[in-house]
Structures are given as structure tokens and as C-alpha cells.
T-cell receptor
Framework: AQRVTQPEKLLSVFKGAPVELKCNYS??????LFWYVQYSRQRLQLLLR??SRESIKGFTADLNKGETSFHLKKPFAQEEDSAMYYC????????????FGGGTRVLVKP | GAVVSQHPSRVICKSGTSVKIECRSLDFQATTMFWYRQFPKQSLMLMAT?????????EQGVEKDKFLINHASLTLSTLTVTSAHPEDSSFYIC??????????FGEGSRLTVL
């Protein structure tokens, strides 16, 4: 069975500092990886997915199949980036069924 | 973007009663809807996958007689928590997809069982 691990429950950084959220997965096939974000009092929303290779709100994530990782990075964190971030994995054979990591709370201090 | 709406957002009920939570896709037809449960400060745990017109597929450990899921139309899925007990108190979230790969999430429904 697939599994997603986010080792950090909380990341606290100062505004303007780089931030990296770690995500490791275990799955023997070729999964699709996502990052979802949940801002305070808002619903979960898609931040980015590995197949689109986009940069959203300054965030990027690269799928490293060798290390089975999909770390999320932003070079200069902003206060509005404070939120809960979830890494998720989808197996194509299972449709859009997502397996979520435990989540990382990011706090960007002024 | 596509919108998924859940109702009610908060519900309090007495132990032993049943509670129904609705999940609607407002501006698209959802081929599949998913129901998750989220405990405080924990991640989302998938409970079941719901396809319109067919029986839901439950994840291991989820009691299908306890959590009844109905997906009567392409825009509506319901989750009924039957004979609710305090341990069923949780945040229930639905998501929907129109088959493009992207999931759209509802705002969640907080259930408190007294």
C-alpha cells in the first residue's frame, strides 16, 4: 500500500527566508504527487501537482523518483504563506483516490 | 474554479441519533466523490469513494453500516452517520472530481455528538 510521510509537523521561518517542506512517499509504481494547502478557516485547495511542473505562488516541487521525494520549496517566504500544507499521492489505477501525508504547519513570522 | 459545498457546516446531535451530511458539486458534474475524516491536528483519512449510481467503496476499517453513503446524482453525495456516538465526533470533508485529475474540496462539516 502507498504511504506519504511529512516528517515536520511545524516549520517556523522568518519572512524572506527560504522554506522547504519535506515529503517522502512509498509506492512501487508511478504515482502522481500533489501539494495541497489549507489557509486558516478555508478549505483545502490544490497548490501544485508534479505533472504540471508549474510554479504557484513562488512554490516549486520536484519529483525525485530515486529518493521517492516531492519536497516543496519557496526561496522567500511571505506571511501569507502561513498555512497547513499536505503532500498527497494518487495512484492512477485507483482513480483520484488520494493518500495524504500528516501535514506540515508553516508559520511565517514578520 | 469548480465549487464543492457541504451542508451543514456544523451539527450537534445527541448520542444514538443519525446525522446526514450533504456534499454538492455546484457547477460541475462529479463522476466521483470522496469522503474523508479528519481528527484534530491530524491528516485527512479517506473513508470511502462514491460513484454516482453505484455502491460506495469503503476503506479498510470503515464500517459501511455506520457510515452510509449515497450518491444519487452527479452533483450530490450524502454521508449519514447512523446511531452516532461521541467517538464519531470529527471533521468530515468531501471532495469531488469531474475526471480531470484535480480534486475540489468542500469546506468540511464538524460533527459533535453529545
Amino acid at each position: 500500500a502507498q504511504r506519504v510521510t511529512q516528517p515536520e509537523k511545524l516549520l517556523s521561518v522568518f519572512k524572506g527566508a527560504p522554506v522547504e517542506l519535506k515529503c517522502n512517499y512509498s509506492y512501487s509504481g508511478s504515482p502522481e504527487l500533489f501539494w495541497y494547502v489549507q489557509y486558516s478557516r478555508q478549505r483545502l485547495q490544490l497548490l501544485l501537482r508534479h505533472i504540471s511542473r508549474e510554479s504557484i505562488k513562488g512554490f516549486t516541487a520536484d519529483l525525485n523518483k530515486g529518493e521517492t521525494s516531492f519536497h516543496l520549496k519557496k526561496p522567500f517566504a511571505q506571511e501569507e504563506d502561513s498555512a497547513m500544507y499536505y503532500c498527497a499521492l494518487s495512484v492512477s489505477a485507483a482513480g483520484n483516490k488520494l493518500t495524504f501525508g500528516g501535514g506540515t504547519r508553516v508559520l511565517v513570522k514578520p | 474554479g469548480a465549487v464543492v459545498s457541504q451542508h451543514p457546516s456544523r451539527v450537534i446531535c445527541k448520542s444514538g441519533t443519525s446525522v446526514k451530511i450533504e456534499c454538492r458539486s455546484l457547477d460541475f458534474q462529479a463522476t466521483t466523490m470522496f469522503w474523508y475524516r479528519q481528527f484534530p491536528k491530524q491528516s485527512l483519512m479517506l473513508m470511502a469513494t462514491s460513484n454516482e449510481g453505484s455502491k460506495a467503496t469503503y476503506e479498510q476499517g470503515v464500517e459501511k453500516d455506520k457510515f452510509l453513503i449515497n450518491h444519487a446524482s452527479l452533483t450530490l453525495s450524502t454521508l449519514t452517520v447512523t446511531s452516532a456516538h461521541p467517538e464519531d465526533s470529527s471533521f468530515y470533508i468531501c471532495s469531488a472530481t469531474q475526471g480531470t485529475g484535480e480534486l475540489f474540496f468542500g469546506e468540511g462539516s464538524r460533527l459533535t455528538v453529545l
